[in-house]
């Protein structure tokens, strides 16, 4: 079953696969820096955001924590666009994929500065990597349909 299944996909979706799992490797040192900066800010759980009133280094902390939460928020997205676009584009899509890697490496590491807009210096890019990968899944998706029209 397994060698059928790869039997359909394109030769290069190996690619894509590769890229989702780098993006995990982003998504582990994340999560690290956000508990390193649990220890070294005082924030203990199950707090999500430490409040300014409490803390004087909150800011800090919670641009760290929210650097983190926002590539949470943008992963199943990324995901979904990366293995449907994928099957059609698989070499575009890992190239994307990889632009929207580094991207998100340094939105994260703007905002752990504790300057919200350091974070947009190279970050904003991710968002222009996903409609790219959002043209690449409407194309998957158009050759889908056109394919049912064709053979009803």
Not at 130 to 151: D, E, K, P, Y
């Amino acid at each position: 079953m397994a060698n059928q299944l790869m039997e359909l996909l394109p030769k290069e979706y190996g690619f894509v696969a590769i890229v989702l799992v780098f993006y995990c490797f982003l998504n582990f040192y994340m999560a690290a820096q956000v508990s390193k900066a649990r220890k070294k800010y005082n924030v203990s759980y199950p707090t999500l955001y430490a409040s300014e009133s409490e803390n004087k280094d909150a800011k800090l902390f919670n641009c760290i924590q929210r650097g983190h939460q926002n590539s949470l928020e943008m992963m199943p997205m990324f995901f979904m666009l990366m293995i449907l676009g994928g099957l059609k584009h698989p070499c575009v899509c890992a190239a994307l994929g990889v632009v929207y890697i580094v991207a998100r490496y340094f939105y994260f590491t703007g905002y752990s500065t504790g300057e919200p807009d350091n974070r947009l210096k190279i970050g904003k890019y991710a968002m222009l990597t996903l409609f790219a990968l959002m043209i690449c899944t409407i194309s998957f998706g158009c050759t889908l349909l056109r394919r049912q029209l064709v053979n009803p």
